[in-house]
């Protein structure tokens, strides 16, 4: 079965850089998820789309941006990149339901490297 | 806010034992889901298994089972059988209905032995 795709899997950036990171949901599913997961730490959520639109925001930083196109996947922009944003970037897709909650799946994730 | 605790932060068994992990929550909220994810050393997050709070009955995956007790707002995890390719990390995680997004525990270390 196909799976959610994130690319690229792993990015290392300078100090100030930016990064685009890519997600291409599962076919059929029209939620994304994204999650950042630190060294040792569990996944915290950022933000999330449903139908193109933002649907929920997390702890995600000012200098993060992110979207979701009309085919679904979904790019996480990334400026002025920080040491601490160091971690591992989850995407998750899943189908929205109005009165319930689909599984989220998630994809390999993308190690991002601040040097 | 909801909250996801997991307080083992390791946990060892013996290849083809039993083994529970636990998890509570604390939420207001009514309408809710709870899962497990395992992520290997690969770092995937892999379903384990799901539960609806409305739900009584606990879900059951094979050699993967849950002890949900709603009033208690706790969620183990207990795995049959175990074998090598269980060693993960496991966590428990909350969502509210709606499609919202996912709360996670800190985790607990699988180990299993030969």
């Known amino acids: 079965a196909a799976g959610v795709i994130q690319s690229p899997r792993h990015l290392i950036k300078e100090k100030r850089e930016t990064a685009t990171l890519k997600c291409y949901p599962i076919?059929?599913?029209?939620?994304v998820y994204w999650y950042q997961q630190g060294p040792g730490q569990d996944p915290q959520f950022l933000i999330s789309?449903?139908?193109?639109?933002?649907?929920d925001k997390g702890s995600i930083p000012d200098r993060f941006s992110a979207q979701q196109f009309s085919d679904y996947h979904s790019e996480l922009n990334m400026s002025s990149l920080e040491l601490g944003d160091s971690a591992l970037y989850f995407c998750?897709?899943?189908?929205?339901?109005?009165?319930?909650?689909?599984?989220?799946?998630f994809g390999p994730g993308t190690r991002l490297t601040v040097l | 806010a909801q909250t996801v605790t997991q307080s083992q932060p390791e946990m060892s068994v013996q290849e083809a034992e039993t083994v529970t992990l636990s998890c509570t929550y604390d939420?207001?909220?009514?309408?809710?889901?709870l899962f497990w994810y395992k992520q290997p050393p690969s770092r995937q997050m892999i379903l384990v298994i799901r539960?609806?709070?409305?739900?009584?009955q606990n879900a059951t995956e094979n050699r993967f089972s849950v002890n949900f007790q709603k009033a208690a707002k706790s969620f183990s995890l207990k795995i049959s059988d175990s074998q090598l390719g269980d060693a993960a990390m496991y966590f428990c995680?909350?969502?509210?209905?709606?499609?919202?997004?996912?709360?996670f525990g800190t985790g607990t270390q699988l180990k299993v032995e030969l």
């Open positions: 998750a897709s899943s189908v929205h339901r109005a009165s319930s909650t689909d599984t989220q799946y």
């Open positions: 076919p059929r599913h029209d939620t």
């Open positions: 789309f449903y139908e193109k639109m933002q649907s």
């Open positions: 939420t207001s909220e009514s309408d809710y889901y």
């Open positions: 539960q609806e709070a409305y739900k009584q």
């Open positions: 995680a909350f969502a509210t209905g709606g499609g919202n997004k996912l709360t």
